[in-house]
């Protein structure tokens, strides 16, 4: 299946936060659902749950989600 990445963008604070609950094996269901969001606006089907990547270290900060999406048919 093919891969969205997706950038939310955000603040420090909540990167930090959403970075460690990653490290503690738990979710931050507002940007997880924000990610999913994103795929739906894109067009795309998501084929499971949104996949925490990490966190870009630019201004602004970005949280980066990898979500599995259905392929398009023809």
Do not use: C
């Not at 795929?39 to 749950?49: L, N, Q």
């Not at 949280?63 to 999406?69: G, M």
Request: hydrophobic fraction near 40%.
């Amino acid at each position: 299946m093919p891969l969205i990445r997706v950038q939310l963008e955000s603040d420090r604070t909540t990167a930090r936060k959403v970075l460690e609950l990653h490290q503690a094996d738990k979710v931050h269901r507002p940007s997880r659902e924000a990610a999913l969001a994103q795929v739906w606006r894109r067009g795309r089907t998501p084929a499971g749950e949104p996949i925490f990547v990490g966190v870009s270290n630019g201004e602004p900060v970005r949280l980066l989600y990898d979500v599995e999406v259905y392929p398009e048919t023809a």
